[in-house]
């Protein structure tokens, strides 16, 4: 929910619609290592037309929002049909529920972005039985099959959180209000920050705020943190779309939000990327966040369901769109796209996603 020097765009941009052979030439052009050869589960390759289903986790966030704008442009620009996108809700047991009803729909191919790692598994394993290609968006399953996890490295989230952090304050406490543990996303993060910080910054305290990606929570927990802890110097969100307002609203309402450069301010770093964050980094109210690539996200989801449907596969190694399929634990490929730091020196920089945001 959903780690990030600034990505060229440009560059990875494929315009237009490209016919089978073509997608392939261009991966096996582009990037040496990572290749894709003919072939599916049934033995043949499709031609990649057919419906697709497209699932979101929720619609409550800005970067949702927007990757939920970018999907039809995406698909479009990809030569993908896919069906208007479903919203489970921040409901793990009604995703799956999706997951069928798009099945019994018919679709050829499902984009799906999990809110549970574990619980995903029940969907992935429907489609496998009917014999439709799964990609996940954002949250990498623990199980299940899927043809490739369209992702950005959730560790270097909180690695970058905590670099930053630990430059700007010398010693004292932070607070990391966490994302939900039964995603991996979550766990990257958390487990990332906490022993980056115990390698690397040993004079800061790490003080946590589990809020499971949500406002209400990260609001009343970081309220009562404050209460008991008004010497707090640093905040790390795992969520701008969820925790950017409730943070900023929560210190506003103690007299704490002071703007960079202002006596007693709060250095926050943030995750996600959103016209929002870079405003509030625009006016010093916070300093920066780690932007995922909602467009990326919803450009290589389409274009990774579209090889599946085909019959590719892929292997591990670097890209033409300056990022990396690496192979997680479980067997799962997983391209690990490019998250840049934004601050006050990048935050104009059109090419940003952030920033085309109309």
């Known amino acids: 929910m959903p780690g990030r020097t600034v990505r060229k765009r440009n560059r990875s941009r494929m315009v237009g619609t490209v016919a089978a052979a073509a997608v392939a030439s261009l991966v096996l052009g582009a990037c ?16 990649g037309t057919g419906k697709v289903g497209v699932i979101l986790p929720l619609l409550t966030s800005p970067f949702w929002q927007s990757y939920n704008d970018y999907v039809p442009k995406m698909a479009k620009s990809e030569g993908v049909d896919a069906l208007k996108t479903v919203n489970s809700n921040s409901d793990p047991s009604q995703q799956i529920t999706d997951i069928n009803n798009q099945l019994n729909q018919g679709v050829e191919g499902l984009v799906v972005a999990p809110l549970d790692s574990a619980a995903i598994e029940a969907g992935l394993d429907q489609a496998e039985r009917k014999g439709v290609p799964v990609v996940a968006v954002d949250v990498a399953p623990d199980k299940g099959k899927v043809a490739m996890v369209v992702r950005a490295n959730n560790v270097a989230y909180g690695e970058k959180a905590c670099e930053y952090l630990g430059k700007q304050i010398p010693s004292g406490k932070v607070v ?74 929560t210190l506003k309402s103690k007299g704490m939000l002071k703007t960079a450069g202002q006596s007693g301010h709060i250095t926050i770093v943030s995750n996600d990327g959103i016209p929002q964050e870079y405003d509030a980094i625009r006016k010093g109210q916070i300093d920066a966040t780690v932007s995922q690539p909602a467009d990326l996200y919803a450009k290589y989801g389409m274009y990774y369901i579209k090889a599946a449907m085909q019959g590719k596969t892929f292997e591990p190694g670097p890209t033409d769109h300056d990022s990396t399929i690496v192979k997680l634990p479980s067997g799962i490929l997983e391209d690990q796209l490019p998250a840049p730091l934004v601050t006050k020196e990048n935050v104009d920089d059109p090419e940003l996603w952030g920033n085309t945001v109309k």
């Not at 990572?34 to 031609?47: H, P, R």
């Not at 980056?196 to 305290?205: A, M, S, Y």
């Open 32 to 47: 040496g290592s990572t290749k894709d050869s003919a072939g599916s589960a049934d033995g043949g390759g499709g031609d």
């Open 176 to 249: 990391q209000i966490m994302g939900d543990l039964a995603s991996v996303n979550g766990r990257d993060r958390s487990e990332a920050f906490r022993a980056c910080v115990k390698k690397n910054f040993p004079e800061l305290k790490v003080l946590e705020i589990p809020a499971k990606w949500e406002s209400d929570t990260a609001a009343s927990k970081l309220d009562t943190l404050l209460n008991a802890n008004p010497d707090i110097k640093g905040i790390y969100m795992q969520a701008g779309g969820v925790y950017l307002a409730p943070t900023l609203q």
